[in-house]
Nanobody, 114 residues
Framework: QVQVVESGGGLVQPGGSLRLSCATSGSIFNLSAMAWYRQAPGKQREWLATITTGGVTTYPSSLEGRFTIGRDNAKNTVWLQMNSLKPDDTAIYYC????????WGQGTQVTVSS
């Protein structure tokens, strides 16, 4: 059974940084592009970043370069470094393995507040 597990969420002040991690079952990780999404209350789930098996990254332009995705294939882990956080970044952050049919984690809460 495939498992995707996020960690690293929490409370951070505006302007601060946070690094999220996502661990995935070893059987598919090295075959899978990985992605991060988030969902704020009352809003649709929003795509944040994708990284391919070869390390090619893509982001929506709306993030203004504040977030960076990376992966450690030796540890079956993908991470999301978030800088210059704003209150609007408050959401549940989800990791997804794009290996068919796609696997979601349970999410980790990020709250940006003073």
């Amino acid at each position: 059974q495939v498992q995707v597990v996020e960690s690293g969420g929490g409370l951070v002040q505006p302007g601060g940084s946070l690094r999220l991690s996502c661990a995935t079952s070893g059987s598919i990780f090295n075959l899978s592009a990985m992605a991060w999404y988030r969902q704020a209350p009352g809003k649709q789930r929003e795509w944040l970043a994708t990284i391919t098996t070869g390390g090619v990254t893509t982001y929506p332009s709306s993030l203004e370069g504040r977030f960076t995705i990376g992966r450690d294939n030796a540890k079956n882990t993908v991470w999301l470094q978030m800088n210059s956080l704003k209150p609007d970044d408050t959401a549940i952050y989800y990791c997804r393995s794009n290996y068919p049919p796609g696997y979601w984690g349970q999410g980790t809460q990020v709250t940006v507040s003073s």
